[in-house]
């Protein structure tokens, strides 16, 4: 995948199908240790497998399919940067995928648009409660789905409305914080 938010969309879509109602993504910066952090965690079931197995390519949980490439093509992606990719267990109760990598590497995959990932996921699963975090040297600013439901005066999640304000409140965040794409 050329872009970092399409792993992170395939991490989420990997958590929707296991049945969650929450999904945070966090995305950090930190220029002085030269270091990109990106976390998709969860409040599903967790690991059935050790990690080793999770990260197999030839390893899936999807029937019908032999091999399941997501977690080691994002593995990939981040060794290519000189990072990382760990599996562990989520604050929110399930699965916490960590990738690290080198924030100016040569290699280094761009972020990609995720306000749009974000935004097209919170549209198509109005159920879930998607959290995003962005943090640049210390600075940060959160958007949450419930957040901005509550701001639209909505009792439920309205997809196309709260995907919109996702979305610009991403965007507005990326901005303001100077976010690397």
Not at 59 to 79: D, I, N, P, Q
Not at 112 to 128: E, F, H, K, R
């Amino acid at each position: 995948m050329r872009e970092l938010s399409l792993h992170i969309l395939d991490l989420i879509e990997n958590s929707i199908r296991a049945g969650v109602s929450v999904v945070s993504v966090t995305v950090e910066e930190d220029h002085a240790e030269d270091l990109l952090k990106i976390s998709v965690e969860d409040n599903g079931r967790g690991l059935q497998v050790s990690p080793n197995v999770a990260v197999n390519p030839f390893y899936t949980t999807k029937s019908g399919k032999r091999v399941g490439l997501g977690l080691s093509l994002f593995r990939a992606a981040a060794e290519r940067a000189n990072g990382s990719l760990t599996l562990g267990k989520s604050p929110l109760g399930g699965l916490v995928v960590t990738v690290t990598m080198r924030l100016s590497h040569i290699d280094r995959s761009p972020l990609g648009d995720l306000a749009a990932t974000l935004a097209s996921v919170a549209c198509t699963n109005p159920d879930i409660d998607i959290r995003c975090k962005l943090k640049v040297d210390g600075r940060e600013s959160a958007v949450s789905v419930s957040e901005v439901a509550r701001k639209l005066n909505f009792n439920e999640f309205r997809g196309l409305a709260v995907a919109r304000l996702i979305s610009e409140e991403i965007k507005n965040a990326m901005v303001t914080l100077a976010v690397s794409v």
